[in-house]
């Protein structure tokens, strides 16, 4: 049997992210979210209604088979409407996951890729993408010309910001041969950037 953890437990090492999916669903009209390779990263389930959680680890399946875990670790920290539909599945996001294609308004990549190349056929034309630099997806959204940079993500602690300002001064490489999408699918390692957000939101065309 896998170890038990919770996103409670999660938090105390990550912090809570829920202000920063807070900020999204204030913005966007954002109902499907899908986040592979979420651990027990729950918070989006505080904003959104209808969230599926992708994941190989044991824990994480051990974690969302546990409905009323869920329930008891959601209580209290929801907006009107979300939380409703908490889906898992325990599986790898390289391989095709039983999404249909097209179907989703929120693809989450924190942490956890590079996973776009196999991810991307999830979201609907005009969704959202949320990555960060950390395992080199941002890099791949910004060097694809499907997507568009219509925000960074800015943090202090638990408090997040979305911004729509200056974005033509973010994702520009400290070296221009980084910028090299075959050189992130090799290493999992992001473009160093000359200015940082925590993630940046991209738009599907
Ligand atoms: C560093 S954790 C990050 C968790 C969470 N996204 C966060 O930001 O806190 C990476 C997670 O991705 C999962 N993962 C990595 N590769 C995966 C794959 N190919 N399919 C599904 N899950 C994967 C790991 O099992 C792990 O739980």
């Given at each position: 049997?896998?170890?038990?953890?919770?996103w409670s437990q999660y938090r105390t090492s990550i912090g809570d992210r829920?202000?920063?999916?807070?900020?999204?669903?204030?913005?966007?009209?954002?109902?499907r979210v899908l986040y592979p390779g979420s651990y027990v990263d729950l918070s989006p389930s505080t904003a959104f209604r209808s969230v599926t959680y992708v994941d190989t680890d044991a824990r994480?399946?051990?974690f969302f088979a546990d409905d009323e875990q869920i329930r008891a670790e959601l209580a209290g920290r929801t907006r009107p409407g979300a939380?409703?539909?908490?889906?898992?599945?325990?599986?790898?996001?390289n391989r095709p996951l039983d999404i249909p294609d097209a179907s989703m308004d929120l693809l989450v990549a924190?942490?956890?890729?590079?996973?776009?190349?196999?991810?991307?056929?999830?979201?609907?034309?005009g969704g959202w993408l949320l990555a960060n630099n950390s395992h080199g997806d941002a890099g791949l959204a910004s060097l694809d010309p499907s997507c568009r940079l219509v925000a960074t993500i800015h943090h202090r602690g638990d408090r997040y910001r979305l911004s729509p300002d200056g974005l033509a001064d973010y994702l520009i490489p400290k070296r221009a041969p980084d910028a090299d999408a075959g050189r992130i699918r090799a290493t999992g390692r992001g473009i160093a950037y000359t200015k940082t957000a925590f993630a940046y939101l991209f738009q599907l065309n």
């Open positions: 049997m896998p170890a038990r953890v919770t829920s202000g920063m999916f807070a900020a999204l669903a204030d913005e966007y009209p954002i109902d994480a399946a051990r939380g409703r539909e908490v889906q898992f599945l325990a599986a790898d996001y924190l942490y956890a890729g590079p996973m776009l190349d196999h991810t991307m056929r999830y979201l609907r034309p």
